[in-house]
């Protein structure tokens, strides 16, 4: 089946833990990306990767690493989270980055930062 | 000034109506419009991309784009409680590999 995953889809931490958010895809995807969800403010993307070691800030990269080593995977990097990082996180793939492309979401991964 | 904007509503129509569904944005330079439904808890899904001004049909989702007025809506026909769900309106600025949403409508069908 073809989909896009995300672990852990439920997180708990606390202030300077660091933690990975870990995303995969099983289509052959070149693009990829991760957005933060915020009731009022929609998504915003933090970062995007067009290929494999090719990645680009989004709007809110602030605080956030990524890395794009496989084709497949585009983990997510929080090297010290804070409180204001507590989201609802989606990763998304597509073909590759064209406007026409259609983007395929991950089921979330809802982030508790204490 | 978003970039792209939308009434968060909610938007409330009997069953069977239709729903209109509004997203203004912007970047002038804007070259592709999506519309994504997604239901409480869950994660968006595509419904509707639209390239072109002018109207894009599909099934019972109607897609309107004026990038003279920097418009785009989304017309649900015959309108059903399934459909009710948040709609969110994206664009992508200036053939970017960026993708912008609004923060989205929240609609609710009537039985």
């Known amino acids: 089946e073809a989909q896009v995953t995300q672990n852990p889809r439920y997180l708990i931490t606390v202030t300077g833990k660091k933690l990975t958010v870990t995303c995969s895809q099983n289509?052959?995807?070149?693009?990829m990306s991760w957005y933060r969800q915020d009731p009022g403010l929609g998504l915003r993307q933090i970062y995007y990767?067009?290929?494999?070691?090719?990645?680009d800030k989004g709007d809110v990269p602030e605080g956030y690493k990524v890395s794009r080593k496989e084709k497949r995977n585009f983990p997510l990097i929080l090297e010290s989270p804070s409180p204001n990082q507590t989201s609802l996180y989606f990763c998304a793939s597509s073909l590759d980055g064209e406007n026409t492309d259609t983007q395929y979401f991950g089921p979330g991964t809802r982030l508790t930062v204490l | 000034q978003k970039e792209v904007e939308q009434n968060s509503g909610p938007l409330s129509v009997p069953e069977g109506a239709i729903a209109s569904l509004n997203c203004t944005y912007s970047d002038r330079g804007s070259q592709s419009f999506f519309w994504y439904r997604q239901y409480s808890g869950k994660s968006p899904e595509l419904i509707m991309s639209i390239y072109s001004n002018g109207d894009k049909e599909d099934g019972r989702f109607t897609a309107q784009l004026n990038k003279a007025s920097q418009y785009v809506s989304l017309l649900i026909r015959d309108s059903q409680p399934s459909d009710s769900a948040t709609y969110l309106c994206a664009v992508n600025p200036d053939s970017s590999y960026k993708l912008i949403f609004g923060s989205g409508t929240r609609l609710l069908v009537r039985p």
């Open positions: 990767s067009m290929n494999v070691e090719v990645t």
């Open positions: 289509m052959n995807h070149e693009y």
